[in-house]
């Protein structure tokens, strides 16, 4: 296992290696005004371990942390932070869970389309079983009879027999489906995406409807999709959580305004962020903002509930800090209000200073949470820093940070990708580059940024990987090369605010510079072969289950319920948005 982050460490090596060599290049320093002789260690950048998710086992006695660029997991003693054991994984692990009796833990490894399963009795993986496209949550029904995988670019959810591995179907989900929670008395699964869904109309004017996401509601006993919550005017759905008892869900989401002229929004938000919250306390769904007057809560991206429902609480990872919002009164402003006709409060800057009653500053790029199993302590993955943020829950303040091992040094390239993730450039500190190019990304969105008038120069969000040698950018080809796209362009139409200081802005151009293009998944595979490599099949390979013919389901398109469509595993139709998966490089 611990050859493939290797094997990634030396290909991300080689692309770093180019970057730094076209920053140093006569041309490149003086689009930048840097004069900057040399960068940290590559082999410090690499070291990082980037904690992207946290869980806490059942009896609290450990914490599990997801460590996405150094490919493992972290076990720490829940009570002292000592470190228990690392395991290792597949690349560019994404999401983690246990088993209802914590004696497994399922890691998705997004870019090897596998899931890890790890005895945590001896801290070993005991299996890889292969998945969908780009695999990036999971979650194993109580009875454990299936496991539920989100997968991000095949925008489904495969369904596992949780013994063997063996899929039994897939249900069709919202678009870059990505995040998994299970409801309290395990009669649901509840799926969200980070894309909007593709527009039903077929009129050459889709790119001029608001977004619209859903929360796929499943079955987990029949694992069938039973119903799908809409979301309208939402692109972008992460963690949702419930309270203990289940009668209150809520999930954090990112509004854009992305149909309206720049001109008419020069002096406000291109984002809210906000929270939808559903359930029998809050009644039908209903949109709150995250946000403030003249302080932004950006990329809300991890919800946990309290065990006594007092308090959510949301990592704002653009905003590095994690809100606090009374429950009860949350509640209490849903409920004295007339509800709007959209359901959504989100333009009302002034309501969350109903409900939110703490903003608590963390780490860099703050983003899972778990809760200890008492309550009182609230732990915080700070993914850009390497540390794990200690919240007492009862002074809402951080009580202790756990730095974890790895190389103390901040290399440029580190420094660039804090810069693309935070949101403290930005007016009112409201976006990030990572706002808009979610992981490193894109959006899905088309957005109206010219000021020429509604409805003129519609543009589509652009893919950051693999883009370091096709200038000129911008849609129209503007802008000769990154610096010049990054700098003056971003500070003057999007900051509004500070602008880069020169290093700066040559630590941010070599991070998108970095960014490498994801496994080609069209690529033809060998029977039992690692996925996506040419290397021949190795005795490891036997961990995969052997293709069968035993059909997979795909529920029919936005359909509620039911499985309408069907296919052998050994030759699958193609079929929109839920065909075999192909090489569609749409996250990191």
Not at 91 to 113: H, Q
Not at 401 to 417: C, F, I, M, W, Y
Request: glycine share 8%.
């Amino acid at each position: 296992m611990r050859s493939r982050a290797a094997s990634r460490a030396r290909g991300l090596a080689s692309v770093m290696t180019a970057g730094l060599l076209a920053l140093s290049a006569p041309g490149a320093r003086a689009a930048t005004g840097s004069s900057r002789p040399d960068v940290a260690s590559l082999d410090a950048t690499l070291g990082y371990a980037s904690p992207l998710e946290l869980l806490v086992s059942p009896d609290g006695a450990r914490l599990y942390v997801l460590c996405q660029q150094s490919a493992e997991v972290r076990v720490l003693d829940a009570a002292t932070y000592a470190p228990i054991g690392t395991i290792a994984v597949g690349n560019v692990p994404r999401g983690m869970a246990l088993s209802p009796s914590g004696d497994r833990l399922f890691v998705t490894n997004s870019w090897d389309d596998t899931l890890s399963v790890i005895d945590t009795r001896t801290l070993a993986v005991v299996a890889a079983w292969s998945v969908g496209a780009e695999p990036s949550a999971v979650v194993e029904d109580l009875a454990g009879r299936y496991l539920f995988v989100a997968n991000r670019i095949s925008n489904d959810v495969a369904v596992l027999d949780a013994r063997t591995g063996a899929e039994v179907k897939r249900l069709l989900a919202g678009r870059g489906a990505s995040y998994l929670a299970l409801s309290p008395d395990g009669a649901r699964v509840y799926a969200t995406h980070i894309y909007p869904n593709p527009s039903p109309l077929r009129t050459g004017l889709e790119n001029r409807t608001p977004p619209e996401s859903e929360i796929t509601v499943i079955d987990a006993q029949r694992a069938v999709v039973v119903d799908r919550i809409p979301l309208h005017s939402i692109a972008g759905v992460f963690h949702l959580a419930f309270s203990s008892d289940g009668r209150l869900g809520a999930v954090a989401e990112f509004h854009p305004k992305n149909l309206i002229p720049l001109a008419h929004v020069e002096h406000g938000g291109y984002l809210d962020y906000t929270l939808t919250v559903f359930g029998a306390d809050a009644g039908p769904p209903v949109e709150v903002p995250l946000d403030e007057l003249e302080r932004y809560a950006s990329q809300p991206f991890g919800v946990v509930i309290a065990a006594d429902k007092s308090h959510i609480w949301v990592s704002a990872a653009g905003s590095e800090c994690v809100l606090a919002i009374d429950v009860r009164r949350l509640l209490g402003f849903i409920h004295a209000r007339p509800r709007p006709a959209s359901g959504s409060f989100a333009g009302d800057l002034s309501a969350s200073a109903n409900y939110v009653v703490a903003r608590i500053p963390v780490g860099r790029n703050p983003r899972g949470l778990a809760l200890s199993r008492d309550g009182r302590r609230l732990f915080v993955a700070n993914r850009l820093d390497d540390t794990i943020s200690v919240i007492d829950t009862r002074t809402e303040r951080v009580a202790a940070n756990v730095t974890l091992a790895g190389p103390k040094t901040v290399s440029a390239l580190r420094r660039g990708e804090q810069t693309f993730y935070t949101a403290r450039y930005s007016f009112q500190g409201q976006i990030g580059c990572s706002s808009c190019h979610i992981d490193s990304t894109f959006d899905g969105l088309a957005w109206q940024l010219e000021p020429s008038g509604f409805g003129r120069d519609i543009v589509d969000n652009k893919l950051l990987e693999d883009i370091r040698d096709i200038g000129p950018y911008k849609w129209n080809g503007g802008n000769p090369n990154i610096p010049t796209e990054c700098g003056p362009r971003t500070e003057k139409y999007f900051w509004r605010s500070e602008t880069y200081d020169s290093l700066t802005l040559a630590d941010l151009v070599l991070y998108i510079r970095s960014l490498p293009a994801r496994p080609n998944r069209s690529r033809p595979r060998s029977s039992g072969a690692r996925p996506f490599s040419s290397a021949p099949p190795t005795a490891s390979a036997t961990r995969f289950p052997s293709p069968t013919a035993a059909p997979i389901a795909i529920a029919g398109p936005r359909a509620p319920t039911g499985n309408s469509l069907t296919w052998e595993r050994a030759s699958p139709p193609t079929i929109p948005e839920t065909s075999r998966p192909r090489n569609l490089p749409i996250s990191r």
